[in-house]
């Protein structure tokens, strides 16, 4: 499959070690690319969103730039994150008379012989279609904000699915198959405490992607 062999062809990037049962925190290195620029301010608000995410595990994330960090890096965990399309949040000229209904994936992660890769895809134009019902009569600063928090949380979503290599999804909260747009905009939606635990011993790879699930 050519995404997979793509993905295959990256991991000479990665130095993944994957330490568990530390008390301490661990490091999470990961490798974000675009296929088109985003803003500073969205940018910006993914990445603390994502490592406030992250911090339930006790897990602390390195930002790299793949054009320019190409040497081994040492950490406990590393990904790659692709921004799939156009990732800003629509424009007040779009109008959206009805809400996209799902599901139908927003997020998912590479899969190779039941091993699920650290390689992670957010599908920007299916967010936009799922969230701009919602977005485009906010203000330009509400809009980013909000749009680069639930870009954040599918990203997080990929993220468990390679720290703990299951595809197995909870109940609740972040790990859960998927996501209302409620629940993307929210101020409140994390991982559960025991997210990282729940899962037990690696399983099989089920389905690594996230799906949008309406309202």
């Not at 603390?48 to 006790?58: C, I, K, N």
């Not at 994150?81 to 994936?105: D, M, N, Q, T």
Request: glycine share 8%.
């Amino acid at each position: 499959m050519p995404r997979v062999a793509q993905s295959l062809a990256l991991v000479g990037l990665l130095s993944v070690s994957a330490v568990i049962g530390r008390a301490e925190s661990r490091t999470l290195v990961i490798f974000l690319t675009s296929d088109a620029s985003i803003t500073p301010a969205i940018s910006t608000e993914i990445k603390q969103e994502v490592g406030h995410l992250m911090q339930t595990a006790a897990i602390d994330v390195d930002w790299r730039d793949p054009a320019v960090d190409r040497g081994g890096v040492e950490n406990d965990y590393s990904a790659v994150v692709k921004l799939r399309g156009s990732c800003r949040p629509p424009e007040p000229s779009i109008r959206f008379e009805h809400a996209v209904s799902g599901p139908f994936p927003l997020a998912s992660s590479a899969v190779a012989d039941g091993v699920i890769l650290p390689f992670g895809d957010i599908d920007c134009a299916a967010l936009n279609a799922f969230l701009g019902p919602s977005l485009w009569k906010e203000s330009a600063r509400v809009r980013e904000f909000e749009y680069a928090r639930a870009v954040a949380r599918l990203m997080a979503h990929e993220l468990y699915h390679v720290i703990e290599q299951t595809g197995v999804h909870g109940h609740t909260g972040i790990t859960k198959p998927a996501f209302t747009v409620a629940e993307l905009l929210g101020d409140h939606f994390e991982f559960t405490e025991s997210a990282f635990t729940e899962s037990g011993s690696h399983d099989a790879a089920e389905s690594s992607s996230i799906d949008a699930a309406g309202k």
